[in-house]
């Protein structure tokens, strides 16, 4: 009763504390709260207020200041945005990958993807699949997938790799038996991506806000839907640090939703949410295609 209490006498969240929340959002992991999202954040770090029963944000706010193992940060960014995903989300990179990149890795030694912000682990999984599609289970030894994201909550889920059975609808009887082993008892119902095929996925705990320029070089980058949540400058800064992890002639994916109208970038565009890094005897001679 007294937490129900404690809960109902949480004060608003005021133009203050918002810019606290907001200014610590940014600062960590870039994350742009623009005036406006007041309301979301007070339903939300409300919520997390009453599960872990402190007595008002400021003392919320304190909390996740003081905490220096970063826990309490990743929760409050997992409560500000969404972990939405699912297998082979946004088709047309997937089509894109199967025609355009895969003819070109065919006689690669390694084929190095990195999958950002990859939430609870069903894009790089897709990834994998699709590979496996094309080359075959022996090109396990040289596929090499990065899957990266700031919380340990979706990380935790990802390196299980158990999902609810409707979330592979979409996959083939031949695909299933292949690639996943199929839950029995308790677990009926429920499908696990095979220790051969989660080994070839190396997941890591990633701020994208710190410095990755030890990663890569890659083929494919797919940092999708991440950019929304970011301001101009911030999404500017990115794309460069995302293209210098490109290898030249590599690919990024982002967002359907998202565009790199507006900023700087070295890459070029080739379709809607898809660009590449331009081989070094171009970049000159295209410096100004990479505007769109």
Not at 125 to 152: C, H, M, V, W
Request: aromatic share 10%; net charge positive.
């Amino acid at each position: 009763m007294s937490s129900l209490l404690e809960a109902a006498d949480i004060r608003p969240l005021s133009a203050r504390e918002f810019e606290q929340f907001r200014r610590l959002a940014y600062e960590k992991v870039g994350l742009d709260l623009r005036d406006g999202k007041e309301t979301l954040v007070s339903a939300r770090l409300g919520k997390k207020i009453r599960e872990l029963h402190f007595r008002s944000f400021q003392e919320y706010y304190r909390h996740v200041v003081e905490d220096r193992t970063g826990e309490a940060l990743t929760a409050l960014i997992d409560a500000l945005t969404t972990n939405h995903t699912s297998f082979f989300r946004e088709p047309a990179h997937f089509e894109f990958l199967r025609n355009t990149i895969q003819p070109q890795v065919r006689g690669r030694e390694q084929i190095a993807i990195w999958s950002a912000a990859c939430s609870t682990g069903e894009e790089p999984y897709s990834i994998a699949f699709e590979l496996l599609n094309e080359f075959g289970e022996p090109a396990l030894s040289k596929i090499r997938i990065l899957a990266t994201d700031i919380s340990t909550r979706v990380l935790a889920t990802a390196q299980r790799g158990a999902y609810p059975a409707d979330r592979f609808e979409g996959m083939s009887p031949l695909q299933l038996r292949r690639y996943l082993l199929r839950g029995e008892q308790r677990y009926a119902g429920w499908y696990r991506v095979k220790p051969e095929v989660r080994a070839a996925v190396e997941f890591r705990r990633l701020n994208l806000m710190e410095n990755f320029s030890h990663l890569g070089p890659f083929v494919v980058i797919f940092c999708r839907n991440v950019m929304i949540y970011f301001d101009k400058p911030t999404q500017e800064d990115l794309v460069q640090r995302l293209a210098r992890c490109l290898e030249p002639g590599g690919y990024l994916f982002i967002g359907h939703a998202e565009s790199l109208n507006g900023i700087e970038h070295p890459l070029q565009y080739l379709q809607p949410a898809v660009y590449r890094k331009m081989e070094a005897n171009h970049t000159s001679a295209q410096r100004g295609l990479g505007r769109r």
